[in-house]
């Protein structure tokens, strides 16, 4: 039995998955990066603390930081998936329970 909080985020879903999955995922990895570069320049202010994105660029070392990037840039994507596949698995038990 779906509650009225269900049936909310259901309706919200539905037009979110409407706009695409790429897109679905997209924005979530885009949140992530920008997320974690404020947080890593935060830490870098605080405590001195280096990522190893920026260290590399400081210390002139590219290729390290290209694969750095990548890495970074696949781990965003990963998180971005995720998120899509557990609200589309939410979304599929709460509309098949709902049609029963």
């Known amino acids: 039995m779906s509650n009225e909080k ?3 985020w259901l309706e919200r879903w539905s037009e ?4 695409g999955r790429a897109r679905g995922i ?3 990895a885009a949140s992530f990066l920008v997320l974690y570069a404020v947080l890593m320049a935060v830490m870098s202010l605080v405590s001195g603390f280096s990522d190893p994105l920026s260290g590399s660029l400081i210390e002139g070392q590219f290729a390290r ?3 750095v990037a990548v890495l970074y840039v696949l781990g965003a994507t990963a998180f971005g998936w995720i998120n899509w ?3 589309e698995r939410r979304y599929q038990r709460l509309t098949q329970h709902g049609s029963k």
């Not at 979110?16 to 706009?19: N, P, S, V």
């Open 6 to 8: 269900d049936e909310q």
């Open 16 to 19: 979110y998955r409407a706009k």
């Open 26 to 28: 997209a924005i979530p």
């Open 65 to 67: 930081a290209g694969v």
């Open 85 to 87: 596949a557990v609200a």
